[in-house]
């Protein structure tokens, strides 16, 4: 995803969030996680803990796995996902 995405999906979620709670708090932590593992990887690569640089990679990776989830879940019927509007 890239960044302008990102920001429309929040967009959209902000400007929703009174209609979709729990969506905005999912989508913050996904951010969250998203920054933590960004931030990490610096941090990682400085104190040498190989072992937590996959962990960084897959926090990296989270905003485009939730987003392809959701789609894949909203085009089977199984879930609704109004904010796929702004991707």
């Not at 960004?38 to 962990?55: C, Q, S």
Request: aromatic share 10%; glycine share 10%; net charge positive.
């Amino acid at each position: 995803m890239t960044l302008q995405q990102l920001s429309q999906v929040k967009r959209w979620m902000v400007m929703h969030s009174s209609r979709h709670p729990v969506e905005m708090a999912v989508w913050n932590g996904v951010l969250m996680l998203w920054m933590l593992g960004f931030m990490g990887v610096p941090g990682v690569l400085l104190i040498k803990a190989w072992t937590a640089l996959p962990l960084c990679f897959g926090a990296w990776m989270l905003p485009m796995a939730y987003t392809g989830g959701r789609r894949r879940l909203h085009q089977q019927g199984r879930l609704r996902c109004d904010w796929l509007t702004a991707l």
